[in-house]
């Protein structure tokens, strides 16, 4: 009797952690299906997420593919206002100015771009984000990052009150997107539950 207790257990437990796996590559089909979809409508503003400055200043490609795209975009009239949104980095460079100066160097005007420096997640990034809106007068975003980030940006800005959201993403795919990718599963769900 107690080998079949055991070899129940074990089964319970073998059909859990299938069930869990079987979730999160459906979540993960999900989250990458979704980032590769551009939702893309004129929108007031478009915000782009810091990622790596490399230690010579300049932005490491993932984030030179969302400023290509921020760039590409721009210039079909997407939107006219642009909110480059990091912080810090270990490397010590403030990623927003890094930004701002890639983007002036591709023929964006000065003008269009805010700075939010004190993006150092993609929480604080939506936050800042909505404070900026407000100031602003903006009523619809445009997120750009990578495309295994959409699904999450996205939740973090319609938690923040924005009802109209777009979405780009970065043109570049590494083999480093596939921790990133089962790393969104249980991030989503921090901000779906957390914030």
Do not use: W
């Not at 257990?9 to 590769?36: E, Q």
């Not at 006219?80 to 990623?95: P, Q, R, T």
């Not at 699904?151 to 009150?161: D, I, P, S, V």
Request: proline share 2%.
């Amino acid at each position: 009797m107690n080998k079949a207790k055991h070899f129940t257990g074990k089964r319970i437990l073998f059909i859990v952690l299938l069930c869990l796996i079987a979730f999160v590559m459906i979540h993960s089909v999900v989250i990458v299906t979704d980032g590769f979809i551009d939702e893309l409508n004129p929108v007031d503003v478009a915000v782009v997420l810091g990622n790596k400055v490399e230690k010579n200043g300049e932005p490491s490609a993932r984030l030179k593919a969302r400023l290509d795209k921020t760039v590409d975009f721009y210039n079909k009239e997407y939107y006219s206002n642009i909110i480059v949104s990091g912080g810090i980095g270990e490397e010590g460079f403030d990623e927003a100015k890094v930004m701002k100066d890639y983007l002036i160097e591709n023929g964006i005007p000065h003008e269009t771009i805010i700075e939010d420096n004190n993006g150092y997640n993609t929480y604080r990034t939506a936050s800042n984000a909505r404070r900026i809106a407000d100031k602003y007068r903006f009523d619809s975003v445009m997120v750009i990052t990578q495309y295994f980030h959409i699904t999450r940006t996205e939740l973090a800005f319609k938690q923040q009150g924005f009802e109209s959201i777009s979405s780009a993403h970065a043109e570049i795919v590494e083999l480093r997107d596939v921790y990133s990718i089962l790393r969104e599963v249980p991030a989503f769900y921090k901000y779906l539950f957390t914030y």
